[in-house]
């Protein structure tokens, strides 16, 4: 059981190029996010989807976009890397929030993989 | 406005002492809180959590305590080890809604 696992670890990219990161949970989670976290801060919010096939804006949405094809998969794009985006991104997945289990409700944390780190020259 | 924060971004602590982590939060609609641990190089771990109908919850070692009178959230470990040194955060979600709130991180240094 592995978890999430992200791909690349490591990248660095020019100003203007494009890149796909890839998330996958083995978990069976119906809610995947995104986030990035800068130094000295914690994490951000950048999209993060509750289904397959649905997607949705979280708090830095702005610069990248994010696919959800298959409920295992959750890519986060750049279309135009800026330094600016210069981050490590981490990916987490979830079940859902409110779990019933014979009259008890319960809530299901994030699982976080172990980051991107992503450089912008 | 709707923010997590932490009191103190640099906690050192001796070894075998006991550690105790603030956070402070601000929107009285949330109603769930966890505590993430995060190891330089990885990931955010799950450490424990607490419904806002709870004011304490213990794990191993580790205890949350829950004030929603004045909106503080505290994470409490017990005979602090080496392997304690991490950076801490807080998180809250909001009781419509999927997504988590974090506050900045506060960073423990155990001391031999």
């Known amino acids: 059981n592995a978890g999430v696992t992200q791909t690349p670890k490591f990248r660095v990219l020019k100003t203007g190029q494009s890149m796909t990161l890839l998330c996958a949970q083995d978990m069976n989670h119906e809610y995947m996010y995104w986030y990035r976290q800068d130094p000295g801060m914690g994490l951000r919010l950048i999209h993060y989807?509750?289904?397959?096939?649905?997607?949705a804006k979280g708090e830095v949405p702005d610069g990248y976009n994010v696919s959800r094809l298959k409920k295992q998969n959750f890519l986060l794009g750049l279309e135009s890397a800026a330094p600016s985006q210069t981050s490590v991104y981490f990916c987490?997945?979830?079940?859902?929030?409110?779990?019933?289990?014979?009259?008890?409700?319960?809530?299901?944390?994030?699982?976080f993989g172990d980051g991107t780190r992503l450089s912008i020259l | 406005g709707e923010s997590v924060g932490l009191h103190l971004p640099t906690l050192s602590v001796q070894e075998g002492d006991n550690s105790i982590i603030n956070c402070a939060y601000s929107?009285?609609?949330?109603?769930?809180f966890i505590w993430y641990k995060q190891e330089s190089g990885k990931g955010p771990q799950f450490i424990i959590d607490i419904r806002s109908n709870m004011d304490k919850r213990q794990g191993q070692r580790v205890t949350v305590l829950l004030n929603k009178t004045v909106k503080h959230l505290s994470l409490q470990i017990a005979a602090t080890q080496p392997g304690d040194s991490a950076v801490y955060f807080c998180?809250?979600?909001?009781?419509?809604?999927?997504?988590?709130?974090f506050g900045g991180g506060t960073r423990v240094l155990v001391k031999p």
């Open positions: 987490a997945s979830s079940s859902n929030w409110v779990f019933r289990d014979r009259g008890r409700i319960s809530n299901q944390p994030q699982h």
């Open positions: 989807s509750v289904g397959e096939g649905t997607t």
């Open positions: 929107n009285s609609a949330s109603d769930y």
């Open positions: 998180a809250e979600k909001k009781t419509a809604g999927n997504k988590l709130t």
